[in-house]
C-alpha cells in the first residue's frame, strides 16, 4: 500500500482526438488532397507513386498478424474526349460540387496541378466547402441505410 501512496493518483479519462465532426471531415478531405499532390508530383517527376497501409491478415500459422500492403489511389485528375485535364475532389463516393453544377477544376498544365491541389487544401481547412462535404455525408448515409433495409 505504500508505494500508491508515493504516486499521485487522479480521477481521469482520456480526451477524445477529434470530438468536432466536421474538423474531422476536414482532416479527412485534406488527407486525402495530399496524397492526391503527392501523386500528382510523382507523375511530373515521372516516377511511380505507391502508398501502402497496414492490415491485418493471418499468416501461414493462423496467427492475426499485421502486414503492409498497397493502398488503391484512385487518380483525382482525368481528361475529357477533347483532352482537356480536369481535378475533381471527391468525398463519400461522390464529386463534390465546387461551385453551382461545377464539378471539377480545369488544369492548364499538369504541372500546375500540385499548387492547384494547395488551394483547394486551403479551401477545405478554411471551411468553403463544409455545405458541400456535409451534402455528401448525408447523401452517403441515406444510400447505406436504404442497402441494410
Do not use: C
Request: hydrophobic share 45%; proline share 5%.
Amino acid at each position: 500500500m505504500s508505494h500508491l501512496k508515493a504516486l499521485k493518483l487522479a480521477a481521469a479519462q482520456p480526451a477524445r482526438a477529434n470530438a468536432d465532426p466536421v474538423q474531422r471531415t476536414r482532416d479527412k478531405v485534406v488527407a486525402a488532397l495530399t496524397e492526391q499532390k503527392a501523386a500528382a508530383e510523382a507523375k511530373i517527376a515521372g516516377n511511380h507513386y505507391a502508398p501502402t497501409q497496414m492490415v491485418w491478415r493471418k499468416n501461414e500459422a493462423g496467427e492475426r498478424v499485421q502486414v503492409e500492403k498497397p493502398k488503391r489511389l484512385r487518380p483525382g485528375w482525368f481528361q475529357d474526349a477533347a483532352g482537356k485535364s480536369y481535378f475533381s475532389l471527391r468525398y463519400a463516393g461522390r464529386p463534390i460540387e465546387l461551385a453551382k453544377d461545377k464539378n471539377a477544376v480545369e488544369v492548364a498544365d499538369f504541372k500546375t496541378l500540385p499548387a492547384l491541389i494547395d488551394q483547394l487544401i486551403a479551401a477545405v481547412q478554411d471551411g468553403e466547402l463544409d455545405a458541400q462535404l456535409a451534402a455528401a455525408a448525408n447523401a452517403r448515409g441515406e444510400q447505406l441505410r436504404k442497402a441494410k433495409a
